[in-house]
């Protein structure tokens, strides 16, 4: 049975022990105490060309993530949902390329991918995310978090909320001016599809000290992380 609580794992804090390292180089780790056995490490780190095969086996060989590619907030309705997965495949590789998303590794397995870039990359956000907003969109110093996927098998062991606290480290090392995501806002006894949660919940960006800074809906805010 795991004994650990994943919002302070997330932060780095041992349930059964000691604060755990920050971040060496490139690479964020974090450890999570099963009972009285071995740690378990999560470990985040920036994409390259080399890991495009690990963000593949994340998205699996079917369901929403293997159709889109994570492309949804890159392309108008129509394309993302066309039937071109090869071409959108092909997209989303130039993108990891580009080192444009952190990807997590749970004892070596590839279980998590974060979709990272600049805000100006993402021309879909401006139909979602911008009511009452008065800013210049065009704006590459603001980097934008649209998308999480944890690999079939993996889910409820703290994978998302340790790819966010990466996003910090992330944006620095770019020198973002800002991060910002579009968290689920869930009211209160209401569940939210997991398709939905795509985004993340906000309790997880609250926990690695991002501040609302916008609540378009009643469902969604977004959240922001300044340097």
């Known amino acids: 049975m795991l004994c650990l609580d994943h919002a302070l794992v997330s932060r780095g804090i041992g349930v059964c022990g000691g604060r755990i390292p920050g971040p060496t180089g490139s690479t964020i780790a974090r450890t999570s105490q099963i009972c009285d056995s071995a740690p378990v490490a999560i470990v985040v780190q920036p994409v390259n060309e ?51 998303g952190l990807v997590a590794h749970l004892d070596g397995e590839p279980v998590g991918w974060c979709s990272l870039a600049p805000r100006s990359d993402y021309p879909y956000l401006r139909q979602t995310t911008w009511k009452g907003r008065d800013e210049n969109k065009d704006d590459a110093s603001i980097w934008a978090v649209t998308c ?12 998302s909320r340790t790819l966010v606290g990466g996003t910090i480290d992330f944006g620095r090392d770019h020198a973002a001016r800002a991060v910002e995501a579009y968290p ?25 000290g ?7 809906s009643l469902r969604r805010a977004i959240v922001r992380y300044d340097y």
């Open 184 to 208: 689920m806002k869930p009211a209160p006894g209401k569940d939210v599809t997991w398709g939905e949660m795509h985004v993340g919940a906000l309790s997880a960006f609250l926990a690695a």
């Open 210 to 216: 991002y501040r609302v800074a916008h609540v378009p």
């Open 50 to 100: 080399s890991l495009f095969d690990d963000v593949q086996t994340i998205f699996g060989p079917r369901g929403q993530a293997a159709r889109c590619q994570c492309q949804g907030y890159r392309m108008g309705w129509y394309a993302q949902h066309s039937d071109d997965v090869q071409g959108r495949r092909e997209l989303l590789r130039d993108q990891v390329i580009e080192g444009h």
């Open 148 to 159: 999480f996927v944890t690999r079939a098998g993996f889910r409820h062991q703290g994978v």
